[in-house]
């Protein structure tokens, strides 16, 4: 899957868990848009709830460059889009997690050998 060089360094233990945070935000925002965003007040709410997750997690931002052609392969293979890939391929090279509340994405590759890297939101730890 790609060539692993281009990725960036290894993460310590402590970076490694914020890193696995930063997986979840964007499914967490899908999750609070799709559940809660049925009326105004819903919607404040749901905003509230990201607000506070991004607060609470140190975020850091990846370029998709070095992930790219891993991304496009995974895409391919599991018939998803780029982006779902990409969030995959950072996991893979960051040795953490994709958190999603794509139910679809986690069942596609469920049975591969990239299981292990992505969580459906709300699923608890994995065991």
Do not use: W
Request: one cysteine or more.
């Amino acid at each position: 899957m790609g060539n692993r060089d281009q990725a960036p360094t290894r993460p310590t233990a402590r970076r490694r868990t914020a890193l696995r945070l930063i997986y979840s935000l964007p499914s967490l925002a899908t999750f609070c848009a799709r559940r809660l965003a049925n009326a105004k007040s819903k919607a404040r709410e749901a905003q509230e709830i990201v607000a506070a997750f991004a607060r609470a997690c140190p975020l850091a931002l990846r370029s998709s460059l070095p992930y790219a052609a891993a991304a496009l392969e995974l895409a391919l293979r599991f018939e998803r889009s780029v982006c779902d890939a990409l969030y995959i391929a950072l996991a893979v090279a960051e040795d953490g997690f994709h958190v999603t509340a794509d139910e679809r994405l986690v069942n596609a590759v469920a049975h591969s050998d990239l299981a292990r890297f992505v969580r459906q939101l709300g699923s608890g730890p994995a065991a």
